[in-house]
């Protein structure tokens, strides 16, 4: 665990593959390998219009943040949830949602994901499963 602030600049930030994922690049914001944090990461979604992720549950607490455009969060039992700029949702360990960028426009997303004990932080910023 770092002793020290650590700044990590987006050009720094790696893009990864997002399992179950579609039209949508992911950046990793803030992890253990980037900056030491252990006890959560932070992700960086852009959706592009019709882009999202499928019905997945995830081990993970997970928070989206909308930074612009909006996203909408379905839940399993078909519940919407539309997110505009600074809205916020939060989804348990083991509650299934889906996301879709329903607008005309790209959307920017920041994904605070704590890991359970023993699942480390190769998770993906939206699922919580694969390489997000």
């Keep these: 665990m770092p002793d020290k602030i650590v700044k990590v600049s987006f050009s720094d930030a790696p893009q990864y593959e997002a399992a179950k994922h579609f039209g949508v690049a992911t950046f990793r914001l803030q992890h253990k390998d980037l900056s030491g944090v252990r006890s959560f990461w932070v992700g960086l979604s852009y959706f592009l219009p019709n882009g999202g992720a499928e019905m997945e549950s995830s081990s993970a607490e997970r928070v989206y943040v909308v930074i612009s455009g909006t996203v909408t ?3 399993e039992d078909g519940k919407e949830y539309t997110l505009g700029p600074m809205d916020s949702i939060y989804i348990p360990p083991g509650v ?9 426009e790209p959307a920017a997303m920041l994904v605070i994901v704590s890991p359970n004990q023993g699942q480390g932080q190769s998770q ?3 699922a919580g499963q694969g390489s997000k």
Aim: aromatic share 0%; charged share 25%.
């Design 73 to 75: 969060v379905t839940s």
């Design 96 to 104: 299934k949602r889906s996301i879709l960028n329903k607008g005309k």
């Design 124 to 126: 993906g910023a939206g």
